[in-house]
């Protein structure tokens, strides 16, 4: 079946990263407009614009399974291609897909449920002879039988959202009086992000390193990976950083760990683009975390060390069309790192930094790709998340992409809101990053600033801060009263006010 | 008062740096003198010109003589301070001893989800006051220092905007 | 004339004598307390060599001392004069807490009566640099007798010339009413106080310890009681805000306020104000940000900032001309109407009109706050205070709304019928008698409570009403709105209209004077 037209249910810049692989692809692409951002980029780039602005519904379009459903339908769409996010994990939506006679780009509805439950996804890789971390068998009910397991397991633990993903409502415990209390914030974020508040406990391995498996798969069964990718600069289970390959693999693990993600998948009978999770601990040994049912935020330093188009195989799955390559025919060359590039203050801890964006500039050139959904007047809005840009650096080897890197940071020009910049300026100078040895721990216990420190910055700063003050209140030159005017009266006006008084 | 003061101090936390008056438009490092230029485009923004590089800056709040200043993205708290102003801030943080409460500001605008303390509760610095949910996640704030609560003025539902006041806390040593 | 002679050499010792008074140890003193001596404070506040001392070499009065000692130095503890400000006439005085702690004696409120007296003739406005230990209980009532001078011809000039407090250090018991009574108060955090009674009475009478800091410092009557304006870190910085503030007040009220050429540019087609009011009516936004995308810029000078926050007041320039600006603040309480930002509200019309300053009201409310405490503090009694201000105040007067606009406090905002020249909207405008889910409560009560899905009838019922009543297009076709503007437009359309009511005049009723509720 061949795709003629994409209902992009997504925004931002993965909707401008479909958009660009359609558009090559001859397919046609619709997108929606909603009130929270009706001047986005995305809509500018796409085939056909649905307006979604005059529909008030308390559930924003792009959580709404029917209102979408609906728009595929009125849109004459063929296919979906769910972007990352709600309803590219939701086997609901997918079925829904499947229903109304529409491709949904991505997995099917069961694979979806299986891996997304994550207690059902433990038993399947248990079953399948995949390392694992030691961990409660299945949801818990209660506080009292949290710190009952947990005592089994042996601290520190973690807990996790049995329908989660991307770090919300996981929690690590390190002593048991914190676990009532940790319990309930995990089941309460959990509810509250995934509408469902189950949650499961495992062994916490500290300072492990986070790598995953992209994993590709057809409809008639052929799995094949691509690599892994290492994010372990993350921050409180968000990643900020990613790179392909990892330092820490050699040949021989890549093919042991790649054939171990692939085992996973096939054991669901997967379908479309995916990604395993592992955790890697210092001693070399690795255990299967999770596995994503989707295209990941970090799928470019992937295209970059393969030369594949994701977006392009995944379409191509969703036709039916059998994967093009085998193991074998899967090359890595080089070295990719992104930076994401965030609306965020990371002087206060990384919070959200929402504003119009009011001036970009993103470098360019042979070894720089930059995946972005904004543009000068784009505004960072408080209910979206809060990516600015990735800014995507390959090289020929990680001491290359490096290099690159610093360069090419320090030609982003963003002005409007606070941003990661500093953070990743900071990152490309440390030399636990730059030797490969940080974990995901990384961020939390070893830095003490997230920001670069530039002496000569501050001073300048200060400069600025004092010729502000100068212009402002001494330099009475700048103020320019004019007591001559406000004599000028009409007579009319003048004679009333003096008869008055 | 342009003609009266001779030197100006640009203060931040324990970090101070001296400007002499009237005010030259370069810094020295070392032996050498660089001219800062402050210039404006369409394509840049504001932007400051110095030892032949662009550093995009802007004035995120200016108060009374408090300065925030966010250059090449990093964001900078200063206070201005004359040669006495400065004298007197020793004088009264020795009479009246360090900062004594803490604000908790609402980093930005969004929704309170939980509050995990209540007035009186001692807490130390990092650990967690309360969840905000904002920009699709649920952001937990933490204690910047070691105090007991004093004052809550937040709880579970109510919307914040940017600076409210959530919490306050008395810091202990 | 003979230098040499012995009337000139006297002249010339006298001179000595004033200047050998103030002795390092006193400054050092002074200093050690982190605050500057009053002629330091004068010599920051006026214009450099423009300062004209009067009464330099009276003595204290020491006739019929009966108690205690009164040393004898020149001036009596206060310093004053005249100088200029920016090239401006003003007359100051500032006590001298270095002699006998800034007492006030009878010669010292002489001095000090003197000063208020020429202020008044010469239409100019008084500064009173103010660091006193109170009353000089060794002449007794003769001192308290000099308050009441001085209290009057604040009295008199009041309305006339504008009179400015600036508390660098103590001001307690009777003398706190000096600055009370006064059009603005300044105060340096950390080194000033205000109380009626003090710590040490506080104590005895109902043994509360409270330090000097929390009964009547700066930050107390900035957020607490309102009697400060406006407080500052250090000195240096009071004085810089004061006279930044004077660029902004006419030197009386026959004058009008100087102008001051925009230095920044706000343009007049500003879009960003098409972003700040949220679609959402129970969102809050900040509307200092509309207020500063519609003024000259930079121009936005705030009064009272601390102090009942829910309503925005101070000075700005528009076109380089002084307007005063009223704002509902929807980021606090919503911008709801209560006992202290009706008062706040109230006075600051009234300086406005009386020292010829136009009024701008942002007005975005959603009424007046509810409760049995407001309700028996008296907010009938101080919402009156609002209205009566704002009818009364004669100065052209503009009203924007900018959302919401319900019931009674639709009435106080400068509405229409109560004397608004201009009364514009913004397209987002709600304007009615109460908000919808209130009035749809009320009107369908009966329909609702029979209703098979009552949350959606009312759903539909709310709809219906936001576009049969609460919308500005009705106001504006009865009349009530003389213009639904586009918001990107605001600061063209005020200038215009600005420009328009320059010579506004309205005839009042001759009387002796209203009778405001008070």
Sequence with gaps: MKINNILIANRGEIAVRIISTARRMGIKTSVIKTSAEPAAMYLSLADNVYDNTENVSEIPVFLDIERIIKIALDTGADAIHPGYGFLAENPYFAQKCVDNKIAFIGPSPDSIYKMGNKTLARKIALANNIPMTIGSDGKIPSENEAVRIARRIGYPVIIKAASGGGGRGMRIVSKEEDMPNMFRLASNEAEKAFSDPSVFIEKYIENP???????????????????????????????????????????????????????????????????????????????????NTRIQVE??????????????EQIRIAEGKELRYSQKDIKFNGWAIECRINAEDVQSGFSPSPGKIEQIIMPSGDNIRVDSGVQAGSVIAANFDSMIAKLIVYGKDRKDALANCKQALDKVWIKGTK????????????PRFLDGSITTSFIENELTSYHVNSEYEEMLAAWLATWLFVEENLDESNLKINFEEAKNISPWLLNKRISRH | MATQQKKLYALMGKKKYGFSLPLTETIRIGKRKYKILIKEDEKHGTYVLWKNRRYPVEILQSRQNKFEILLNYVSYSFTIETPFSLKRKQYLSKEMGQVEEEKILAPMPGKIIEVLVREGTEINRGEPLLILEAMKMQNEINCPVNGIVTAVNVKPEVNVVKDDVMLEIRISQ | MDIDGKYYKAY?????????????????????????????????LLDEGSFEEVDAFVVPDTLGIEFGKVEKYFGDGVIAGHGKINGRLVFTYAQDFTIMGGSLGIVHANKIAKIQEMALKMGAPIIALIDSGGARIQEGIASLSGYATIFNNIIRSSGIIPQIAVIMGPAAGGAVYSPALMDFVFMTSYTSYMFVTGPNVVKEVLNEDVSFEELGGAEVHAKKSGVAHFIYDDEENTILGLKKFLSYIPSNNVENPPTVEETGKTPDINNKLLDIVPDDPNKAYDVKEVINNIVDKGSFFEISELYAQSLVTGFARLDGRTIGIIANQPKVLAGVLDINSSVKGARFIRFCDAFNIPLLTFEDVPGFLPGIDQEHSGI?????????????????????????????AYIVMNSKNLGGDFNFAWPTAEIAVMGPEGAVAILYRKELAEAEDPDKLKAELVKKYRERIANPFVANEKGFIDEVIDPSQTRKKLKTA?????????????????????
Aim: charged residues 30%.
């Design chain 3, 380 to 408: 009938i009694r101080h919402g009156a205070k609002l209205l009566y201000a704002y009818s009364e105040a004669s100065v052209p007067k503009i009203t924007i709304i900018l959302r919401k606009s319900y019931g009674g």
């Design chain 1, 419 to 430: 941003t990661t910049l500093p953070f990743f300026r900071m990152l490309i100078r440390n």
């Design chain 3, 498 to 518: 600005f420009k328009a009511l320059t010579n506004k005049w309205v005839e009042i009723p001759s009387r002796k004077h209203g009778n405001i509720p008070l």
């Design chain 3, 12 to 44: 010339k010792k006298r001179l000595k004598m004033l200047e050998q008074q103030q002795s390092k140890e006193k400054v050092k003193k002074q200093h050690d307390k982190g605050k500057l001596t009053a002629r330091e404070r004068l010599d920051l």
């Design chain 1, 209 to 291: 390193k986070h790598i995953e498996f992209q994993i590709l798969g057809d409809t008639k069964g052929n799995i094949i990976h691509l690599g892994e990718r290492e994010c372990s600069v993350q921050r409180k289970h968000q990643k900020l950083l990613e790179e392909a390959p990892s330092i820490a693999l050699d040949d021989q693990l890549r093919k042991e760990m790649g054939q171990m993600a692939v085992r996973i998948a096939s054991a669901v009978g997967y379908y479309s683009a995916g990604t395993v999770e592992f955790l890697f601990d210092s001693e070399g040994a690795y255990y299967f975390m999770e596995m």
């Design chain 1, 299 to 312: 799928h470019p330093v992937t295209e970059l060390i393969t030369g594949i188009d994701m977006i392009e």
